[in-house]
C-alpha cells in the first residue's frame, strides 16, 4: 500500500499541473527544485516534504489536500 501512495500523489500533480498549462520544467522553477525532482513525483518514485506540498499546491492554486 506504500507504494500506491506516491503513485496516487503523482498523478494528481500530473493532472493539476496540465490543467493549468504547466510543464515541469516551469513548476520546478515556480517552486525552486529540479525537473528531475518534479518527474521524479509524478512517477511515484518520491514524496515532497510537507513545506514542499504546499508550494506546489500554491502553485497550482489548489488546496494540499486536493494533492492527498
Do not use: H, N, W
Not at 25 to 48: H, M, N
Amino acid at each position: 500500500m506504500v507504494k500506491r501512495i506516491p503513485k496516487a500523489f503523482g498523478e494528481k500533480l500530473k493532472y493539476y499541473r496540465k490543467q493549468r498549462g504547466l510543464l515541469q520544467v516551469e513548476l520546478a522553477d515556480i517552486i525552486g527544485v529540479s525537473t528531475g525532482y518534479i518527474g521524479a513525483i509524478e512517477q511515484g518514485v518520491r514524496l515532497p516534504s510537507l513545506r514542499l506540498l504546499k508550494k506546489i499546491a500554491k502553485a497550482l492554486k489548489v488546496s494540499p489536500r486536493d494533492l492527498l
